[in-house]
């Protein structure tokens, strides 16, 4: 079974950029897809972006769209979050998983979720 890993989360000025890295420990399917979440205290976990492992291509919710940009490294069997304009709702552990069915945007579709890293952006 696959196994994640993130990091990169850190502290940030509002404004700033971030990138997050979810390292891949095991073989992905071609037809899967990854997944970025988040949550933020008190509120329920909200979809960020995936990408299907394969052909690349990248889903976003509207809440990050234009900002964020969702990427991956066949080679190093990594994903990444570039994280641009971050603004202090951006404020979440974000959280990386496995959709086994490739849909991407489904929440109940994904397993092999990682630890999290804290992403948190001041004022």
């Known amino acids: 079974q696959v196994q994640l890993v993130e990091s990169g989360g850190r502290l940030v000025q509002a404004g700033g950029s971030l990138r997050l890295s979810c390292a891949a420990s095991g073989r992905i399917g071609g037809n899967h897809a990854l997944g970025w979440f988040r949550q933020a205290p008190g509120k329920e976990r909200e979809f960020v972006a995936a990408?299907?492992?394969?052909?690349?291509?990248?889903y976003y919710g509207d809440s990050v769209k234009g900002r964020f940009t969702v990427s991956r490294d066949y080679d190093k069997n990594t994903m990444y979050l570039q994280m641009n304009s971050l603004k202090p709702e951006d404020t979440a552990v974000y959280y990386c998983?496995?959709?086994?069915?490739?849909?991407?945007?489904?929440?109940?579709?994904?397993?092999?979720w990682g630890q999290g890293a804290q992403v948190t952006v001041s004022s």
């Open positions: 998983a496995v959709d086994p069915t490739g849909w991407g945007t489904i929440e109940a579709d994904y397993i092999s």
């Open positions: 990408v299907t492992w394969s052909a690349g291509n990248t």
